[in-house]
């Protein structure tokens, strides 16, 4: 582990930007190869988009979200407030070229690419994340419970069968259920859902934010300092990243590791370095005392969100909103999701709701986040871009970098989720 003391100079350490899921992961990688680390953050570890996620493991999340026939549909969500997809028509301007870019990867092998590079990146997730949460000392926060989704007809399946096929061509290991098969499992299931799809090997977080903040905890027992100032640039000696500026001033760092999620792209604009991040605003309220028992994530198809057993109550996550960093929260994007969790669970109780939460996802066009070390800048390297499912890509991408930037090979090609695929688009 990493040997404490004060002993050092600041060009002696790594920077970690970013305290979220992926930043404290990386951290973790490096510190238990013997490397000093400071993480650089405004907020409290883990209190950003790591706090909101639904807590989901999906090894199985290997299907891109642009899929052939996209176009068609698109106008269609964005002209309808409650849909699954929403843009505020002020944002249309400036969400078009993102867009672009994302139905242009719904071609069907350029689907099969991403498809294969998602599945590299998220096989090995329960094993990794198992393996995390041993070495923090707190194996509870992680559970087997595999993953359940659902449809109410079969006309409705035979809609997602391309995407299961994807799956299935990947290795991912389901099996599909009839009403008593879904009782079976969940018996609190609304009658409306008959056909259901059990994918046996998938888990969750039973607390997201727990699980970040104690990564945290482990890292800080380990002598890892937590800066709470935003990291404003970088700084550069020809073509090597020597550090960091802050409101505190310049501090040298012997290599840098972006991982601010979807305030990655602002810091790498001062390099000139131009990356298709958009944030992807999602919600989730959790509702205390609902009356609901349910044992695993469940993820109905006709409502395109997840609901999950947490220890802050049961939480209901999803919807997209494309409106930037900026713009303040839309109470009614989490208000359709009382609906949403009353179409699944109708004996749900939902007059005692948490306060709701959003936060934003960094979601590139081709789905894959950006993962590995910059051609084009010396001590440079990047952990951002995992849309919504940087909790299940956490531990996955943590090892990737601490072995790189400890002169390891890496455990998968990163050729498909390198920085520079976007050059040319530029």
Known sequence: MNPKGDGYRDNETIAVIGAGIIGLSVAWNLVKRGRRVVVYDPNEPGSGCSAGSAGALSPGSVVPLALPGLLASVPGMMLNPGGALHIPASYWLKA?????????????????EIADSLARLYRPTLEFHEELAREIGAP??????GQL????TRRQFRRSKAEWLIRAERGVEYEELDRAGIESLEPMIGPDYRIGIFIPKAGM???PLRYAQTIAQALAREGVTFSRYAVRDLTVDGRTVKGVITSEGERSHSAVVLAAGAWSARILRKLDIHVPLETQRGYHVDFV???????????PADRKVFITPVETGLRIAGTVELAGLDAPPTARRAHLLHNDLKAVF???RVDQPEPFWMGHRPCLPDSLPVVGSSRDWNSLHFA???GHLGLSASAVTGSIIGKIL?????????????????????
Request: charge should be positive.
């Open 289 to 299: 005392g609902s009356g609901i028992s349910v044992q695993r994530p469940i993820v």
């Open 140 to 145: 509870d926060l992680i559970r087997l419970t």
């Open 205 to 207: 977080s039973v607390n």
């Open 346 to 348: 109708p004996d749900v």
């Open 96 to 112: 078009a070229p993102w867009l672009a870019s994302f139905v242009n990867q719904a071609r069907p092998a350029r689907v099969a």
């Open 406 to 426: 400890c002169g390891e090979p890496a455990s998968i090609d990163l050729a498909p989720y390198r920085i520079e695929r976007f050059q040319n688009s530029h």
């Open 384 to 386: 951002f871009g995992h």
């Open 149 to 152: 989704h659902l449809y109410r």
